[in-house]
């Protein structure tokens, strides 16, 4: 039986993996092919975990956000374009989503107007970016929804 770690500042795959109770051993049973050595050194940042490896502990871990947490913080791209998505109730989600359709839905002839000539001008420009703002929000409000999805129905 492996021994409860005293470290103080642990991260993210360690702290999901002690919430299951699991040790490094078994973790690694679950996840097959990814050694209790290599855990162990993922959970001290002594090596790189690979994307592939984040799958597959979001997959045994039965949590999906540790792959957006993986691509909004650790991977050079995913930090550039990836908006780190928090879990939240569904309720919240949803009241989210709907104010954000009401207000692009005061905003849609704006954007037609802007776009039609398919050149955004300066006095156009404040408005455009604003739209693109609320845009933003919708698309993190649907990846939302989604890990809900994906930690309540599909387990």
Same mark, same amino acid.
């Given at each position: ?16 993996? /002690? ?20 855990? /162990? ?115």
């Amino acid at each position: 039986m492996g021994r409860k770690s005293v470290k103080t500042k642990k991260n993210i795959y360690q702290e999901l993996r /002690e919430s299951l109770d699991l040790t490094r051993e078994k973790a690694s049973d679950l996840l097959e092919f990814i050694s209790d050595d290599r855990i /162990e050194k993922i959970e001290n940042d002594k090596t790189s975990i690979r994307p592939e490896e984040v799958l597959k502990m979001a997959e045994v871990y039965h949590k999906p956000e540790l792959a957006n947490y993986y691509c909004s913080h650790e991977c050079p791209i995913g930090k550039k374009y990836v908006p780190e998505v928090k879990e939240k109730e569904l309720s919240q989600i949803t009241l989210e989503m709907l104010a954000i359709l009401n207000s692009l839905d005061l905003q849609k002839n704006r954007l037609i107007e802007i776009t039609v000539d398919g050149q955004i001008s300066d006095d156009e420009h404040k408005d455009f970016v604003e739209i693109k703002r609320q845009l933003d929000e919708m698309s993190k409000t649907i990846a939302s929804l989604s890990m809900w999805v994906d930690t309540k129905l599909k387990r």
